[in-house]
């Protein structure tokens, strides 16, 4: 939602998206000492500078300076700084970071959006589990809930060491190593170690006991060849702002950078993670108008929870149609993640440069909650349901770049291997004595579960290859063709059925499928006229491999029994589309104006169906046919005065489902109807100001009607969203350089409002389901920050 034009670093990235933007263009008005790009330019000869060609890579040496906004476009593809986390809530994650575009939907159930289990983000239409996400050329799969070939942004790295993103919300990126690319892509750099010895201490505390904490050590140039690393630690930990409990985030991050005479280099990134949060209680439309927007799981009364389960009800839940789905006991989510990739950028020969990256990511995790519906064996009339998946996935990206006359050309690979194994087991609760209270630990060491409910295992290898060459035929115009081909086998085993649980004597197993696109075409171009003016458009086909889940917890093809499965099987296709899209931007000193146009057609769009009644839902995957969706983006920002800047956009999108869909016999009229979860209107305005060493913004967001149902009979409430903060910075005092005091109100009106829990998973054919989650109320922090 905020749209921040202070001054910034600027970073062109090597890659698909990158090629069109070869030369920084910058704001004839003065340079800001403090405005430092976070990139490595090979050194340029040419003493053109409208002819200049960098070959960047992503996350270098600190050193060249321009002044520019904080969201600086090319053709399809916005570089956003790491300057635009000064003005978020500490710890804020990449995601919600991204909900300050045109055209990007970004809900959570808390402030920073960390609660990996109430987030939901789309852009320009497509989920997050549709869009391509990487860091530092590392794959990071889907990153949703319950994650299966990846890992979620906000474990993968802390926001502090974030150096750059860069955005393409058009038609993706041929070299972006993704079998979800769908429509559009977000690669992520991490900051690189600094020149001279130091660190960094930030501290932040704010409602409901949130405390964040992050330090990180700087080692500065150890050699002559300039060696150096950092290493930092976050801590993140708050209060549940409805019901008990905590959501808790402890992360390291070590960089290793090791240059290699002037143009190559070998760097290393590591992230540890380990992830405990209670999640929040999901709603239905009915549970809202009936009980309100404070539904709370009821932990720590465990008497309550066990209560409910034997139809004890003393708090109104029996004014549902549902009274047992109320409030569970708790449902809680643990993850630990290793994640490490060893990057090479080297230069081979004068114009030619080849990257590689080996990486690797190990996650074990457990996603808990209380049942009432499934009693224990030894009595207790409700049970815990445990999911206990983990990853383990090891892989490489390897990519040459070739400068030639006018032709930047770029060919490569990528090959990775995961096995993922995902399992729900049923472990007992205790007992409860009449009388006695006792709260168990929804976090506890689970052992001797008393039924294994489901478990399968996947094993998936997936080979891509990209060529592509972007030529310039004159500077301020650029050309760009490719192509990529996607090859990617899924094979699942059965690994434990209880039918009681299941309804069905087997699972899906013993089976495989295969995703191949032997062409999947790119095309767009960029041509700079004028002054201040720029036209592009944007066009590829995109293909999705069949994704993976466990039984019945998304839209996974897998995740069904075999019968169901062998069904389907002849009629399944992996999910495609062709993307479309064209702009016009205008810059100048005192406007910054964009228009932009999107058309999409989807084919074989998978969706998972829930019908039935609330006691006893049913959930279907489904081919939905094809989509067609059309959109708009437009955005103004207005510099009247020296440092004020003053931000609007408007978002439009009308995307309608193009089939019928039938289910157990009965035909839903979906054809027409708008597609579910993303708004058809969005509305964005900021103004940001700053007054010598003090700097303030405020920001508005106005997110229109959403279908809840695929037959569009259910829709969810519109709403509006203020936030404001402040940061005054004192410059060096003592030994503290930059120090910093921060100042941050979410959701400033205490607007309330409903947003979609997980993906895929939660959305009725027809009225209603508990699927919502409810977004964070108003909040406030402060913190103080310094460099030493």
Known sequence: MRRISFLAGVTFLSGTSAAMAQSVHAHKTKTSPASVSQAKAAPDKSTKPK???THVMAGAVEGMAVRASRHVTRGATTVISAKEFQSAVAGTSVLKILERQPGVLFQSDDPQGVDTGGVKLYMHGFS???????????????PVYRNYNGLNTVEAISSENVGNMDVSQGAGALDMPSTNSLGGAVRIYSSDP?????????????????????IRFDSGKLTDSGTKFYASYMRNDTQLWKGQGNQFLQQVNFKLVQPIREESRVSLFFDYSDLSQYNYQAESLEMVRVLGYNVANTYPDYRRAYQMAQGIYNHGEDKTSDPKDVAYYAGTTTTTDYLGGLNFHLKMAPRLYWDTVVYGHGQ???TQWSSPWMPSANGAPLSEIVKQPSIHRYGLTSAVTYDVARNHIRAGLWYENNKYISDMFAYNDPVLADGETISPNPFRKWRNA?????????????????????????????LHAGFKSMLSTTRVSETGNYEPYTGTDALAGGVGLTTFGAFLPHFSADWRFLKHHELYFDVSRNMRAYPESGYHLSASPFA???????????????????????????????????????????????????????QNPQTTVTNLGGVTMNGVDSSVTLKPIKNLS???????NHATYDNNITQQGITYHVQGKHVVNYPVFMYKAAADYQWGKAAFHIDAAYIGKRYFSYTNDTKLPTYWLVNFGARYDFGRIGPAANLQLTFNITNLTGQKYLMMAGDDGGNPLSGDYQSLVVGAPRQFFGGVRADF
Do not use: C
Not at 128 to 142: C, K, M, T, Y
Not at 571 to 593: C, I, M, Q, T
Not at 646 to 652: A, E, G, H, L, Q
């Open 646 to 652: 003053i931000f609007n956009s408007i978002s439009y």
């Open 194 to 214: 600094k020149d001279k010895l130091g660190g960094t201490l930030a501290q932040t505390g704010g409602s409901n006991g949130s405390v964040h904490t992050f």
């Open 51 to 53: 002819a200049a060609r």
């Open 450 to 478: 008393f039924a294994h409910l489901w478990g399968q295992t996947y094993n998936t290898n997936t080979f891509q290859t990209f060529i592509e060459d972007t030529y310039r035929p004159i500077d301020n115009l650029a």
């Open 560 to 614: 069904v029994s075999q019968e169901a499965f062998d069904l389907s099987r002849k009629s399944l296709k992996p999910e495609s589309d062709w993307a479309y899209s064209v702009g016009y931007r205008f810059n100048s000193h005192y406007v910054d104006a964009s228009l932009s146009g999107y058309h999409v057609d989807f084919s074989n769009r998978l969706g998972a169906m829930v019908s039935g009644s609330q």
């Open 128 to 142: 997050q589990n549709q869009i391509g996400f990487a860091l530092d050329g590392i794959p990071l799969g889907e």
């Open 364 to 366: 074990d995790a457990a």
